[in-house]
Nanobody, 119 residues
């Protein structure tokens, strides 16, 4: 089992920045990759970014590329999402998720943190 707890959401004006954190605990040595997803009201959950836990290899959704940066701190098993140049369309509940070795899906999810960007 892996437990994930997001934090860092809030209200920010367009053009501003926020940094989300996702604290992990439990079987963290079995994590292969982690991702950030988001879900806006009335919309389906969408992929934002992913990072491979071992070497930091990452990729992003086109909508956030060059504005968001995913990173991880292996020492304290924390995942981050630095969000810059925020837009109103970035407003959503943001979730972190963990993919374990040997799996091809995200099996563990956090409870989510709200990000609201005002125009």
């Amino acid at each position: 089992q892996v437990q994930l707890v997001e934090s860092g959401g809030g209200l920010v004006q367009a053009g501003g920045s926020l940094r989300l954190s996702c604290a992990t605990s439990g079987r963290t040595n079995s994590i292969y990759a982690m991702g950030w997803f988001r879900q806006a009201p009335g919309k389906e959950r969408e992929f934002v970014a992913r990072i491979r836990w071992s070497d930091g290899g990452s990729y992003y959704a086109n909508s956030v590329k060059d504005r968001f940066t995913i990173s991880r701190d292996n020492a304290d098993n924390t995942l981050y999402l630095q969000m810059n140049s925020l837009k109103p369309e970035d407003t959503a509940v943001y979730y972190c998720a963990a993919e374990m070795y040997g799996r091809e899906s995200y099996d563990y999810w956090g409870q989510g943190t709200q990000v609201t960007v005002s125009s």
